[in-house]
Each structure stands twice: as structure tokens, then as C-alpha cells.
């Protein structure tokens, strides 16, 4: 069974829009952590947000947010007033356990195309 | 966050060949590197993790004999891949274990071997 799901393969938004990107995931661990990674036409993998298990507060950066809803298992990102530069590869991962050594999982991936 | 780089960011090779990956970690030192590959328009799978000092863990279905790893220091690990087929082209990313509270991994910005 997939562990990371991200049901949509491509979406749109124009510019300076806000999108929401859907991951959600399956777990038997209380603890586990879960990423964001945005990978550029370039092929580098950026890290842009995580939310642990236990965080109660959603986690925020700059313009990237993460909508956690535990119960459902979804740890979707939210990109507020989408840019030009925000068209890539976006990538939901997931590191189970309480042992760092964990490696992480990482879902199908979201193309984000920003409109002008 | 940690700075990874990795050498050569692109490499064309005759089939039968090997060639060597090196991964480094420029700010950081990581007991742990992580070896990935990801096929066009796919996500990255993990291949191996790397440890300092030790034999690197592969995952199932990956050749050790066919992708060896060396963690010889703290900083650098080496992804050589003996007796390149066409099959083996793709693009490898390694990331370095940070240890860190959320345990986030910095990716390098990936090698992109093409074997003809």
C-alpha cells in the first residue's frame, strides 16, 4: 500500500493566487514527520516545510503553510500569492519513527504550473 | 539550512563503464548520507544509506556489488556505479542526515547519468 499519497498529478494557478496540494498518508507510528520538498526543473530538491505528529499548531513558512488534520492523515500545503518561480515538482514525504536513522517516503509528486 | 553538492552534476558514459558520484557535505558533518535515483517524471526511491566508517544499507532489489558506496569521512560519500547499462540512466540525488530536531534531510543537487 502506498504510504504517501498525491492524488493530483498536475494543477494550475495563476499568479499570485493561493493553491492548496493534497498529501495524505498512512502510519501505524505516534510519531512520524512529514515534508514538503520542492524540486525545480533544475532537479535539486528544496526543503520548504515540516510538521511533526505532535505539533499542534500548523506549521508555517513565509508563504508555505501545511493544513495537518491528524485524524484524517492529510498534510496538505497551501502556497499563498503564488509566483512565477513556484512552478516545479512538489513532493510529500514522510519519515516514520521515533529512530532518526528512519529513512524517509516520499509520494508521486504535484506539478505545479503558476499562470501569468 | 546544511549545503550539500554533489560531483559531476552530469555524466554521459559508454555502457560497460564505471562512474563515480561524490556527494559532499560542505557545512555539516553527517554520519549519514542518503543515495537516491529518481526516473523521469517518477518520484526518488531510496537506494542506500550511507554511514561513516561502516558498509552502507541497501534497499531490497538494489545490487551492492553493482552500486558501491564509500562513507569515508564525515563529509564526503562516493556512489560508484560499476559496469554502467542503459538501464542505469538516471538521475541520482544524495541527501545528508542533519540530526536535527526534525531530522530533515538537505538534498544535493543531483547527478544526471546518462549511459548510451
Known amino acids: 500500500a502506498q504510504k504517501i499519497t498525491q492524488t493530483q498529478p498536475g494543477m494550475f494557478v495563476q499568479e499570485k493566487e493561493a493553491v492548496t496540494l493534497d498529501c495524505t498518508y498512512d502510519?501505524?507510528?505516534?510519531?512520524?514527520?512529514l515534508f514538503w520538498y520542492k524540486q525545480p526543473s533544475s532537479g535539486e530538491m528544496i526543503f520548504l516545510i515540516y510538521q511533526g505528529s505532535y505539533d499542534e499548531q500548523n506549521a508555517t513558512e513565509g508563504r508555505y503553510s501545511l493544513n495537518f488534520q491528524k485524524a484524517r492523515k492529510s498534510a496538505n500545503l497551501v502556497i499563498s500569492a503564488s509566483q512565477l518561480g513556484d512552478s516545479a515538482m512538489y513532493f510529500c514525504?514522510?519519515?516514520?519513527?521515533?529512530?532518526?536513522?528512519?529513512?524517509?517516503?516520499f509520494g508521486p509528486g504535484t506539478r505545479l504550473s503558476v499562470l501569468p | 539550512g546544511a549545503v550539500v553538492s554533489q560531483h559531476p552534476s552530469r555524466v554521459i558514459c559508454k555502457s560497460g563503464t564505471s562512474v563515480k558520484i561524490e556527494c559532499r557535505s560542505l557545512d555539516f558533518q553527517a554520519t549519514t548520507m542518503f543515495w537516491y535515483r529518481q526516473f523521469p517524471k517518477q518520484s526518488l526511491m531510496l537506494m542506500a544509506t550511507s554511514n561513516e566508517g561502516s558498509k552502507a544499507t541497501y534497499e531490497q532489489g538494489v545490487e551492492k556489488d553493482k552500486f558501491l558506496i564509500n562513507h569515508a569521512s564525515l563529509t564526503l560519500s562516493t556512489l560508484t556505479v560499476t559496469s554502467a547499462h542503459p538501464e542505469d540512466s538516471s538521475f541520482y540525488i544524495c541527501s545528508i542526515k542533519t540530526g536535527l530536531a526534525a531530522d530533515t534531510q538537505y538534498f544535493g543537487p543531483g547527478t544526471r547519468l546518462t549511459v548510451l
Open positions: 514525504a514522510m519519515r516514520e519513527g521515533r529512530n532518526y536513522g528512519q529513512n524517509f517516503v
Open positions: 502510519t501505524s507510528d505516534q510519531s512520524y514527520g
